[in-house]
């Protein structure tokens, strides 16, 4: 029996489209990867690196081969690339994505008639670093993986392509586009509005000696970690998904004139209600998990103010092979034990690395 080797095509080849080229490359060696990307230096450093097996052009006739073909470029472009490869592609070919926002290209799928042969897909993972550099094959490793479907996409075609996700190591789920840009809006869209908005108004008042910025806990500085996020990409999202984020946005304003009347009225049980119910609901989240809310392995450990403190616990760690993604002082220890904070690739080395410097007496503090 002859049996059909699989060849993948990549359009945009940058944190995602790299990580899952990459990852298709790590658990199926023998699939046959063939990229395109604006850049020719993202290229070459994949072929070097052995992620992909050749190189495409925008337009070209070995887009007929593929079984599957990943748009990994911005929206617009993505859009674009579907109105070529309509007539390119074979009819066994699925064509899917990985934006953020599924409408706007669904409603070009459908007035291209290509319901048939796509299905969107958005990755719940991502840094905040950008490109192909910065892509590694573990990225979807028990990330949630969202697929929406056209509406006339074959059972058997969803369900060999949910199973080539599902071996990636990403969890697959099956959404409508509606369904998936509402619950984005709500979980991952409106959150980076509130950190950037945060950061502005502690930005706006803020005195000239930056006395705001300087003590910054340790709680501002998590909740407004994504606001470092790509500009360009969060003004995309906002008015690509605009309806809903707004929708959304309504709400979230209705609570905070709910909460300011509650605390210009000294209304203690209401306050309290607000507290306890988001702390219960939050808990009930599974953070381990690299789904919508990325978890962070991060220690806390005490050490005494004196030279070379630092430099001995990143010699121990390194000695046992352990990398470390960030080392720091906290100045501001206001809801966080330990003064020196570590954090970690991985949960693995956080532990190991835990069970090291206990062993050396180290007092660790781990959340």
């Known amino acids: 029996m002859l049996i059909h080797m699989k060849t993948i095509g990549f359009i ?70 579907l109105k070529y490869l309509k007539n390119v592609i074979s009819d066994a ?6 934006g953020s926002v599924k409408g706007p290209i669904h409603q070009a799928v459908e007035e291209l008639g290509m319901d048939h042969c796509f299905i969107g897909g958005h990755p719940m993972a991502g840094s905040e670093r950008s490109g192909f550099a910065n892509s590694t094959d573990h990225l979807l490793e028990n990330a949630y993986y969202i697929l929406t479907p056209g509406g006339e996409v074959p059972l058997e075609k969803l369900t060999e392509f949910s199973e080539l996700i599902d071996s990636l190591g990403a969890i697959p789920m099956v959404l409508t586009a509606e369904e998936h840009d509402f619950i ?55 008015l690509e998904n605009s309806k809903n984020i707004s929708s959304v946005l309504d709400e979230y304003i209705r609570m905070l004139i709910q909460i300011r009347c509650s605390i210009d009225n000294h209304e203690a049980d209401n306050i309290y209600q607000m507290f306890a119910s988001s702390r219960d609901y939050r808990d009930s989240i599974d953070v381990t998990s690299s789904g919508l809310i990325t978890r962070a392995y991060v220690l806390y ?27 720091g002082i906290i100045h501001n220890r206001e809801f966080e034990q330990g003064v020196l904070k570590i954090e970690f690739y991985e949960e693995d080395a956080m532990n190991r690395g835990a069970a090291l410097l206990r062993k050396r007496n180290y007092i660790i503090y781990e959340r």
Not at 33 to 56: F, N, P, S
């Open 93 to 98: 070919c699925i064509i899917t994505d990985a």
């Open 301 to 327: 450990l005490d050490i005494v103010d004196e030279a070379g403190g630092i430099a001995t616990i990143a010699t121990i760690l390194a000695m046992d092979n352990i990398s470390i993604k960030n080392i």
């Open 184 to 238: 984005t809006a709500g979980v991952s869209h409106l959150p980076h509005i509130i950190a950037s908005s945060l950061v502005n108004l502690v930005n706006a008042l803020d005195n000239d000696a930056e006395y705001m910025k300087t003590i910054a806990a340790g709680g501002f500085r998590d909740i407004t970690r994504i606001a470092s996020s790509s500009p360009v990409m969060w003004q995309q999202i906002c």
């Open 12 to 81: 945009g080849l940058g944190l995602i489209g790299g990580s899952i080229a990459k990852a298709i490359r790590k658990f199926h060696p023998d699939y046959n990867i063939l990229a395109y990307a604006k850049h020719k230096e993202t290229l070459a450093a994949a072929l070097q690196c052995g992620a992909i097996d050749g190189v495409l052009d925008a337009e070209d006739d070995r887009y007929r081969l593929c079984d599957y073909i990943f748009l990994c470029a911005p929206v617009e472009y993505n859009i674009e690339y």
